[in-house]
């Protein structure tokens, strides 16, 4: 039966690529190219400044003719129309658009002017996520955030989501590590599943793209996320919905908010080129205390004597340097356009031997066909690569190394270049010189769409996008490394390829009915598929001479495929009252190959109402001279996730095993269940936008209320049904929060400009329906999903303690744990011994949270002239740490703690009692970073009067405002997980780094 | 624009969004995916490969991990094993008595892998009937499930007081009482038996999963024998036992690299656990005799001594059939056979031929696996019953040294040893009657029975 079902799949691939050629073909011979030799139509567009705004968007309405504004504000195009009115359409970012009429008739060259005004609040900004079509971000009942290109570029971050940090309310974004190629988690409003993963669907132009972390090194740690291959210069602008209020046209997977990118089009005109270079320098922003008493204990607890200790920090870390070159080419005649771009990056981490590069380059194409219809292609490939090294807590690695050893031990090779083991880890040196840990990945993202405008008011939009990552991570460790159970040699290679493939189809009509009634109705169609092939193989004993597996002693491989689609369809409906009320119902049925058959179609509604008062009269005539905008709006709606589980969950999969050279197959421990369904996340989001003091002030404010059902979690079942469990649709989970952005511009003159930004947001969240009130969910198990807390947090060992809430000591002197009973419901009793000593069983309790109370963010931006200065600082307040580095360096000589009890100022053996109370290791990770300094000088017409340069110099992570003991509070050992988080054991901090760049464009 | 060309607009139009519908729908045909990983239940199921490959499974997870537990948990109650390690399970399982609560993860895996091989085994037998088979084969399947439903039912029996007989996935496994789950091992023996003897074994099944490792026939009359006796059938317990000894074959699970004799990972390879010396016993009347040739079949030289709370007994290397990662491990003992037929004619008091099968197993030079007393014949008081019955204890005491038997022969042979209330205790005989049910069990299957009191 399977063979047969293989039989049909491949037979309907085939087909399905001779249907995709046909298609094509009858897409391009619908379109019979005309001549054109209509009407030139040009202008200058200006804001109220007198400055030209330079990308201003000029479309004649109900076509796609039309042209962006260049340098000098200035647009120029052709239009091969009949002779009529027509209404021009001018937008940019952050000013208010305006139409114009427009009446072609007998004069060929027509020129238009225009002055735009600016929209602090980005009202009449025009945003397509989420709703189908482009929308006024005033229809809106939910609220989106947008990113400027001209912003990620300035972050002088090295990735995407690096460079969200800060931008925008409601973001929690988390660099996981410091390494060259870590990873990064991002956080809309909140988690929202347990098992699932939390991070937002992103789509890039229209390709929904691959996120996925994938553990290629066996270093839990050491992990990118695909975003990475994305350069970050190429990106035009993004806009980012947070919850399912918003998201629920996206269907099954978009409870995690959805991040879409538009990357760059090409601009009609000459070729223009831009370059940029830069080159950055990165530092350790602090080092650790370590253990510098030049003492050892002659008698331990007694007496000392003198010794050498080393400082390993400083043999481990070095300053290092960087480069990022970008070279794009953008141009195109009246009917084609094109943008082009490559780029080279290599950064070198601040751990010895570490570093990662990224080449990528990007084309695209658009291609007006004739007066309604026109087609855009996008390609764009990138391979990087890494050199890592082995760190974080579950492993063997450098930075465990120093924790473990005791700082006495010389780790610099002997004689005959044997390395002194360190602990029981490998010795710092032998892993950076003579253990190779990589990964390589090659991308290539493309996207076909054409844009038709048949008739006045209807729109249509089919995409098809293709997203192809090939990951690789190779490890080798040499033979005859002094490194006790690796001495042998061992090596490994994993390979992850994972294939996305979306089609979608959006046409959306715009009518007016009555002169008060405006009707605009989006309709969609998608499918999806992801398919991934991961293999591994790995070898232990290795043959001498061999980097690789091949003659290993022993050879371990294993293969595993998925394959898994969506497809779904959705209608939304907006009317527009009087321009100023906006109501916007939508419904989205969505199915999966990841459910059962019965679960598969889920539904999703979602409502919203958005109100513009200040568009009324009586506002217009008492309150708008304070209160210049105003906007109130609601939105309710639901949306799913189905990361928590796998594409072949739902079933009762027999595992192979091999024994005496037969084959058999044994049932699971884990039951199928073809009842799952994906988890549903239901949002209700409130806000207001207004804008005050003559539009120099915008506040958006947004509270939101998220209840997630159905979390996709393991229920234990009676061993008497022959397994030990079975996923099932039982936990829940709630967010509420708010967030607030506020944007000023304090000074605006001809010459000078001060802008500032700043972002607050809070999230409460709480998990529920966990089978026997909590899990372990990583960090040692340490981090749980515990019923009426929220996810992740820390849960062990507590101080004893007096009444008063001193510390109970030992007779000797020493802090120790709690003990006592231990009742259902988290009722401890702690209990006392006749001489009022804890007794009993240890106990255990809530001891730390790793979400934060508030985030936050400040940004500056003060421009004089042809002079622009940046400051940003992040805060992440209210979270803690639970710091496997300050409980190993208690415990092992090389930590401060030694050091005290060496100088006689804490009893011999503190730090060992304080290694075994969880509580002592739990550190407030609150910190206010100084994220991103820059200065930067643009020279004008520096050439032919056209080009210009720009000249920057930024640092970023300059310095952190906190209390934390160790070398970062924001890095997390569990890298993307998404509800382990907050657990820091020999991890890479977050280097500062000095940038100097120049962008020449002509 | 004239006529013709509105119309020719019109039809491209048409044509452009009819393309956009049909590329979209081109695409949307698949929506089931075979899991290429492992193959699921229907696959397993419904074919007559599937069947033998469960079958395969079947011994292999019953030979690793379930036999492990049937070997281990009971060793350590009656002190044939000492433990050496501070693992709560093992120091839990020493000490025993009202300390060894269903919490226990010593009671616990036991219970598990038992229960979760048996369920292999009825989604085994429940299909049968569902693929197409010719006869022979057939009642090889049927014989082989039910030898494997008798084993996982009997060794859970004898650790337990009640026993599902069969799992529920619904997780409201009935529990039956001791009499119906032995009838039960019983009836599904016979079945097998009667299959077996009406078409013999297909040389397919043979081939295909025995691989000569397991004389079919012969285990299912051993364990046949053992039944009847537990269940008091004295007379069908000797028949079955002189059935099973006709087989000159033996019948054994064979371990590999990937696969090790679970027994010697847990001793040998292990500092969890060793042969405590003199197999555990420490009644003078059930002392091993000087010369006893099993006890260097079973036991090499000293090896320390148990953890002090948990028993402090002096250790011994493992030896016999626990030797080497890849030593066999029987599925019955001839021995068992003899020692069957011995108590069987004790408890129906024909004492004559008790004290001859004691004899046959005292001097026995002959055993296929080389377990040889190789001692003089008895000397006892031969007309006293409760005296051959003692002999009898202590010869399987030694003979079945760690086959999972000591517990159900302790209980036995000395019902009334353990008293409630029972203290923690690291030196008895055994310091459990029966475990009490794994309390994920018992808080997910509305129907487990009261804990026993001891």
Not at chain 1, 265 to 282: A, L, Q
Not at chain 2, 82 to 96: C, D, I, S
Not at chain 2, 301 to 316: F, I, N, R, V, Y
Request: with cysteine; hydrophobic share 35%.
């Amino acid at each position: 039966m399977s063979k047969n079902m293989i039989t049909t799949t491949h037979l309907f691939r085939y087909r399905a690529t001779r249907y995709l050629l046909l298609f094509f073909l009858l897409i391009l011979g619908a379109f019979s190219l005309q001549g054109q030799s209509g009407y030139k139509i040009n202008g200058t567009i200006k804001d109220t400044e007198g400055s030209a705004v330079i990308g201003a968007t000029v479309v004649i309405e109900g076509t796609t003719i039309g042209a962006a504004a260049d340098i000098s504000g200035s647009y120029a195009f052709t239009a091969d129309l009949e002779p009529g009115a027509y209404l021009l359409n001018i937008s940019a970012v952050g000013y208010s658009a305006t139409s114009i009429s427009l009446t072609l008739a007998d004069n060929q060259n027509i020129t238009i002017d225009a002055t735009l005004e600016i929209d602090i609040l980005g009202l009449q900004e025009v945003v397509i996520t989420g709703t189908g079509g482009l929308t006024e971000k005033k229809q809106l009942g939910n609220s989106i955030s947008k990113v400027e290109g001209v912003d990620i570029a300035a972050s002088g971050a090295v990735d995407l989501t690096g460079s969200l940090v800060g931008k925008i309310s409601g973001i929690q974004v988390m660099q996981n590590s410091g390494d060259p190629a870590g990873g990064v988690s991002v956080r809309l409003r909140s988690a929202s599943t347990v098992n699932g993963t939390s991070d937002p669907l992103y789509i890039i132009d229209g390709v929904i793209v691959n996120n996925n972390s994938n553990d290629l090194l066996g270093v839990q740690s050491v992990q990118q996320n695909r975003l990475s291959d994305i350069n970050p210069k190429d990106i035009e602008r993004i806009e980012i919905i947070k919850g399912a209020a918003a998201a629920a046209i996206y269907g099954s997977r978009a409870s995690n908010g959805v991040v879409q990118i538009f990357t760059k089009k090409g601009v009609s005109g000459k070729p223009r080129i831009s370059y940029s270079s830069s080159v950055n320098f990165n530092s350790l922003r602090k080092k650790r205390p370590f253990n510098e008493a030049q003492l050892k204990w002659a008698i331990v607890g007694e007496e000392t004597e003198a010794a050498t200790r080393f400082d390993y920090q400083e043999m481990v870390f070095e300053n290092s340097t960087g480069t990022d070159n970008y070279v794009s080419v953008t141009g195109g005649v009246d009917n084609t356009k094109y943008f082009t771009s490559l780029s080279y990056m290599y950064n070198e981490g601040i751990m010895v031997n570490t570093d990662y590069s990224r080449v990528a380059g990007r084309i695209r194409i658009d291609q007006r066909l004739n007066d309604w219809a026109n087609f855009s292609m996008g390609s764009y490939i990138s391979r990087s690569h890494s050199n890592d090294k082995p760190n974080g807590g579950y492993n063997y690695g450098v930075l465990q190394a120093i924790l473990f050893t005791n700082n006495l031990v010389d780790p610099y090779p002997d004689e005959e270049g044997r390395y002194p083991q360190m602990a029981f880890f490998p010795n710092i040196f032998e892993v950076l010189d003579k253990f190779d840990f990589q990964q390589q990945n090659n991308r290539s993202i493309s996207d076909f769409q054409i844009n038709i405008a048949p008739l006045k008011g209807l729109t249509a939009k089919y995409i098809l996008g293709y997203d192809n990552s090939q990951s690789t991570g190779t490890t080798f460790i040499p033979f005859g490394t002094n490194t006790e159970e690796l001495d042998s040699g061992r090596a490994s290679t994993r390979t992850v390829n994972t294939l996305l493939l979306n089609s979608d189809l959006n046409i959306v009509y715009d009518t007016k009915i009555g002169s008060f009634l405006k009707s605009t109705t989006a309709l969609g169609a998608t499918w999806q598929i992801d398919r991934t092939d991961q293999t591994g193989i790995s070898g232990d004993g290795l043959a001498l001479g061999v980097i690789g597996t091949n003659g290993a002693i022993t050879i371990e491989s294993n293969q595993y495929k998925t394959e898994w689609s969506i497809w779904g369809a959705y209608i939304q409906q907006t009317f527009g009252i009087l321009d100023r009320i906006f109501l916007t119902g939508a419904a989205r049925i969505d199915g999966s190959s990841v459910f059962g058959v019965n679960e598969r179609n889920q539904f999703y509604p979602k409502a919203s109402v958005s109100y513009v008062l200040s568009e009324e009269q009586f506002w217009k005539d008492y309150v708008a001279r304070f209160v210049n905008n105003f906007k109130i709006r609601t939105a309710w709606g639901q949306a799913g996730n189905l990361t928590a589980i796998g594409p072949f969950d739902r079933l009762t999969n027999y595992f192979p095993v091999s024994m005496n050279g037969q084959t058999g197959l044994i049932s699971p421990s884990q039951l199928g269940n073809t009842e799952l369904k994906p988890e549903r996340q239901t949002e209700k989001e409130f806000g207001i936008d207004m804008s005050l003091l003559n539009n120099r002030l915008g506040l958006e404010f947004t509270y939101y209320n998220q209840d997630i059902q159905d979390l996709l979690l393991n229920r234990t079942l009676a061993p008497s049904t022959g397994a030990t469990s079975r996923i099932e649709n039982i936990g829940r989970m709630t967010n509420v929060g708010y967030e607030i952005l506020l944007t000023a511009t304090a000074i605006q003159t001809k010459d000078f400009r001060w802008e500032l930004t700043t972002t607050y947001s809070t999230n409460q969240n709480e998990v529920y329906g966990i089978e026997g009130d909590e899990i372990g969910i990583g960090n040692f198990g340490f981090s749980v999903a515990k019923n009426g807390y929220p996810l992740g947090v820390f849960k062990q060992g507590y101080y004893a303690r007096n009444d008063d809430g001193s510390l109970l000591l030992t007779p000797d002197g020493f802090p120790q744990r709690e003990r006592g009973q231990a009742f259902p419901g988290d009722v401890n009793v702690p209990e006392r011994d006749g001489e009022g000593q804890p007794e009993g069983e240890l106990l255990q309790k809530v001891i730390g949270d790793p979400n934060p109370d508030f985030i936050a963010s400040l940004i500056s931006e003060l421009s004089y002239k042809n002079l622009t200065m940046r400051i940003q600082f992040d805060a992440v307040q209210g979270f803690d740490v639970l710091s496997w580095d300050t409980r190993m360096f208690n415990r092992f000589g090389g930590g401060k703690q030694e050091e005290i009890e060496l100088l006689g100022e804490e009893p011999k053996g503190t730090g060992t009692k304080l290694f075994s109370i969880a509580e002592s290791y739990i550190e407030d990770g609150s910190f206010t970073k100084l994220r991103e300094v820059s200065l930067s000088y643009l020279l004008p017409d520096i050439i032919n009067k056209e080009g210009d340069i720009r000249f920057t110099l930024s640092g970023r992570n300059l310095y952190s405002f906190d209390n934390f003991s160790g070398w970062d509070p924001e890095v997390n050992m569990d890298a993307q997980s998404n509800g382990s988080r907050g657990g820091i054991m020999g991890l890479i901090p977050i280097p500062r780094t000095i940038k100097f760049g120049v962008t020449v464009n002509f | 624009m004239d006529k013709s060309d509105t119309m020719k607009r019109a039809y491209t139009i048409r044509t452009t969004i009819l393309s956009m519908i049909f590329g979209l729908v081109a695409f949307s045909c698949e929506q089931d995916f075979p899991n290429p990983n492992n193959p699921t239940e229907e696959v397993v199921l419904t074919t007559k490969e599937g069947l033998f490959a469960l079958s395969i499974g079947i011994n292999q997870y019953y030979s690793t991990s379930a036999l492990r537990q049937i070997i281990e948990a009971p060793g350590i109650t009656t002190r044939e094993f000492g433990v050496t390690n501070t693992f709560q399970n093992l120091y839990e399982l020493a000490r025993g008595g009202d300390e060894l609560s269903g919490d226990s993860d010593g009671v616990t895996p036991p219970f598990v892998r038992l229960t979760r091989s048996k369920g292999m085994v009825e989604s085994l037998l429940s299909n049968l009937d569902e693929v197409e088979l010719s006869e022979s084969t057939r009642a090889s399947i049927l014989a082989y499930g039910n030898l494997y439903k008798a084993m996982t039912l009997g060794y859970l029996i004898q650790l337990f007081e009640q026993a599902p007989i069969n799992n529920s996935s619904d997780g409201k496994a009935i529990y039956s009482d001791r009499t119906a789950v032995l009838n039960e091992c019983i009836s599904l023996l016979e079945a097998g038996r009667d299959a077996i003897n009406a078409n013999s074994v297909s040389s397919e099944f043979q081939r295909a999963v025995l691989d000569g490792n397991i004389d079919l026939l012969a285990t299912t009359n051993a364990f046949l024998s053992r039944y009847h006796l537990l269940a008091g059938n004295y007379s069908e317990a000797i028949t079955s036992a002189d059935a099973a000894l006709t087989s000159s074959q033996t019948s054994v699970f064979k371990y590999d690299e990937n696969n090790v004799n679970p027994i010697w990972d847990r001793t040998v390879n292990s500092s969890s656990l060793d042969p405590q010396s003199n197999f555990g016993l420490t009644n003078a009347n059930h002392l091993p005799e000087a010369g006893d040739g099993r006890i260097a079949f079973y036991l090499g030289g000293a090896k320390g001594t148990a953890l002090e709370d948990a028993g402090g007994q002096p250790l011994s290397n493992m030896q016999g059939f626990f030797a080497t990662s890849t030593s066999d491990i029987p599925v019955y003992l001839p021995g068992e056979m003899i020692l069957n037929k011995a108590e069987a004619y004790a408890r129906s008091n024909d004492l004559p031929n008790a004290v001859a099968q004691i004899d046959l197993i005292r001097t026995k030079t002959n055993d296929p696996f080389g377990v040889n007393a190789g001692l003089a014949a008895w000397t006892g008081n031969a007309s006293d019953q409760t005296e051959v019955l003692e002999e009898i204890y202590k010869n399987r005491c030694i003979e079945l040294f760690l086959t999972g038997m000591r517990l159900e022969d302790s209980r036995r042979f000395h019902p009334d040893l353990l008293t409630s209330p029972n203290p923690a205790n690291t030196t008895n005989e055994r310091n459990r009657n029966y475990y009490p049910y794994p309390t994920i069990e018992r808080e997910n299957n509305p129907n487990t029975p009261a804990n026993p009191a001891i």
